[in-house]
């Protein structure tokens, strides 16, 4: 089974600083989807970024980017000049592809990033 | 708007009760899920159901019953409501061969 670890439970950080969210997976699969959402206090699960394993580059959507580590089965979201809007759970997960009953998104277990004024 | 939608947003109900939650998506997805969020935040699968066939059922509560009439549509029938059952739950669609999931906003579901 397929297994998502966020080893942050907190973070903070200054607006307009850097910030970089950790993530480790686990499977024997050689082909699959991760992801990072984000959820405000809203309660609304946002898509920020995906990455598909057999690319190479990292994903990157405007202030968000990744850096996937394949072999080290590593998954780290990194966001540029936060903004108070940035503050919100954000949830690392895996997917492999195809149908049936690996068809589903594991979650970790989230890291809460509160971005101060 | 293009979305998922889940009715009602917030639930409270007392214990032993029966209740419903629906979902709609009009986005042509293939696949729904029924997922649960405990009051650690912690998402988890419940039900997963592929052009109306259900395809994931973990391990939930018979008191539990997805029932999907069209593949735009899953609904969350819950039995005999316990109090443990308070959670937030979300449903969301994807396609097949593409990747991400979206996700409705959630049903707060409070039992006392």
């Known amino acids: 089974a397929q297994t998502v670890t966020q080893s942050q439970p907190e973070m903070s950080v200054q607006e307009a600083e850097t910030v970089t969210l950790s993530c480790t997976y686990d499977t024997s699969e050689n082909n699959y989807y991760l992801f990072w959402y984000k959820q405000p206090p809203s309660r609304q699960m946002i898509l920020v970024i995906r990455q598909e394993a057999y690319k190479q580059q990292n994903a990157t959507e405007n202030r968000f980017s990744v850096n996937f580590q394949k072999a080290a089965k590593s998954f780290s979201l990194k966001i540029s000049d936060s903004q108070l809007g940035d503050t919100a759970m954000y949830f690392c997960a895996f997917r492999t592809p195809g149908g049936g009953s690996n068809y589903k998104l594991t979650f970790g277990k989230g890291t809460l990033l509160t971005v101060n004024p | 708007d293009t979305a998922v939608s889940q009715t009602p947003k917030y639930l409270v109900t007392q214990m032993g009760n029966d209740k419903s939650i629906k979902c709609e998506q009009n986005l042509g997805h293939d696949t729904m899920y029924w997922y649960k969020q405990d009051s650690k935040k912690f998402l988890k699968i419940m039900f997963s159901?592929?052009?109306?066939?259900?395809?994931i059922n973990e391990t939930v509560p018979n008191r539990f019953s997805p029932k999907s009439p069209d593949k735009a549509h899953l609904n969350l029938h819950i039995n005999s409501l316990e109090l443990g059952d308070s959670a937030v739950y979300f449903c969301?669609?994807?396609?097949?061969?593409?990747?991400?999931?979206?996700f409705g906003s959630g049903t707060r579901l409070t039992v006392v």
């Open positions: 969301a669609s994807s396609q097949t061969r593409d990747g991400s999931y979206t």
């Open positions: 159901y592929n052009n109306k066939e259900l395809i």
